[in-house]
């Protein structure tokens, strides 16, 4: 016995300090268990009854028994019932020590929550291999419980950080609100409403307009490529860029001594967007858009189009036409060119400068809409006006797509002639 406990090398690692607890009635058998436990490295406890191993239990953060079945007072079996009890989730091992050989008494330890069993006389080899797989599994199950709690930490973190953002993508949408003028305005000669609606909590398009003088006005709808932040911060960028409060720093207006404001052409405003897009090393955003200038007395807009789905134009007896110009997306070629044409408004006339989420919504079975599709809404809906158009329009896009949360920004500018 002493040669072959001797061939054994130490075997426990720091990690594995905790003591394990002998339980045996018989002095002879605990003593000759926990000298070869000892000389593998392992610290032991030893009672000699099931009522004074709880006891030790109490006091003693033990994770690892091995315990005799027949005992006077608590069997092993009842032993191991109350050990589980006062473990309750922590990782624990159990070994029953026992002669039994019977499948119905074997059955019985197993239910008991014991995890393995150990024949007596005890083989010092088996004791050997059956402990150390009682390690590897008590070593898993504190792994996992270390990784479980990690993870939780992980997630609660991943929740408070979410959470911020949310705040801080509620405040951007706030913010990108407000960079859309009011929804409906009243002009002299011309209504103009708005639809815009982000897919998200901040979106890539952007409506709005600019005072030049009295009756003309500069308006512009875009549609930054892509979604979320990057998108959003870009049609910030650009609603400073066409701002209606710091004239100054409009791209498309000359600003004279004076006080009086000059609009450049819109071609020549799409150009040098376009230029300081592509100065810009940090980003490779492009738009499309379009911009107009609108000359309320005599109801004439010289627009350009840079890649932007063709304006609608409603004419008061119901004729439809879209006015197609294309060219190039802004911040994409060098160099870029673009076209002017120049539409005439009549008393009752419509204008409707749109993105993209309108013509290509889905609807249940993946059909876009299309150009035909909303050229048919906006007919059935041209008895309205104002801001109940723009509602009409809002609704019969989300009786087509079946939903209301739309997968691209929504966005329309609506230029009534009165």
Known sequence: MNASESAFPKLVAAEEARPILVVDDSRAQRRLLS??????GYETIEAGSGDEALSICASVDVDFVISDWLMPGL?????CQRFRALKSERPAYFILLTAQTEREKLAEGLESGADDFLSKPFNVIELKARVRAGQRVLHAQRDLIAKNRLLRRTLDDLEEAQGAIERDLKEAHSFQQGLVPERFRALPG????ILYQPSGHVGGDLVGMFPISENRYGVYALDVAGHGIASALMTARLA???????PDQNVALTVYASGQRAMLPPAEV??????L??????????LTMILAEIDLASGRIVMAQAGHPSPLLIRADGRAEYLATYGLPVGLIPGAEYDETVVQLSKGDRLILYSDGLTECPGPDGELLEEEGLRDMVLAN???HG?????ALTDALGAFAGRTDFPDDLSAMVIERT
């Open 35 to 40: 000298r070869t436990l000892t000389k593998w």
């Open 270 to 275: 799409c150009q040098v967007l376009n230029r």
């Open 75 to 79: 069997t092993g079996v009842e032993f």
């Open 190 to 193: 011309a209504d103009l409403s």
């Open 240 to 246: 400073a860029n066409l701002s209606a409060v710091s």
């Open 387 to 391: 801001e109940a158009f723009v509602a």
């Open 277 to 286: 897009l592509l100065e810009e090393s940090d980003t490779d955003k492009y």
């Open 382 to 384: 041209r008895h309205l």
